[in-house]
């Protein structure tokens, strides 16, 4: 006589609620970490684009107009020549007139010096700035008054 005994309530409960129940979660691989998270195409065009920009940066940073270093190479040219006559306090314009002729960059603009009496000139300056090769070089300096 084998008579079965009915599952008691206890074993009807634990089976019932480990069916019923989620897994639980899988603990976290270590390997995964944030940056696998971030999709593959941004890891490999947001430091593309960041070095791209730095080679534009830097490519527009290192050239120069040559109209900006001639006009800077006549302001020195001007300084160095009065300073040189004994003149103080040189004031160029603040900007300069830039014209294209024969080859070369001419530029003209006002200045104002103090001479070794004290007196204040105004005068007009005249530059010719030559280019050498990938150089430039200032040919002529003249003032008018």
Do not use: K
């Amino acid at each position: 006589m084998n008579e079965e005994t009915p599952p008691t309530a206890a074993a009807t409960t634990t089976t019932t609620s480990a069916s019923a129940a989620p897994a639980a979660p899988e603990p976290a691989d270590p390997q995964t970490g944030w940056f696998r998270r971030i999709p593959l195409w941004v890891r490999i065009t947001v430091p593309a684009v960041v070095v791209g920009a730095v080679i534009v940066a830097g490519g527009v940073a290192g050239t120069s107009s040559p109209a900006a270093d001639a006009d800077a190479l006549c302001r020195d040219a001007a300084t160095a020549r009065l300073e040189g006559r004994g003149h103080t306090d040189v004031q160029l314009a603040t900007s300069l007139d830039q014209a294209e002729a024969d080859g070369a960059q001419r530029v003209s603009g006002t200045l104002t010096f103090v001479d070794e009496a004290g007196a204040t000139h105004h005068a007009l300056v005249r530059c010719v700035v030559r280019s050498d090769g990938d150089r430039l070089r200032v040919a002529s300096v003249r003032f008018f008054d």
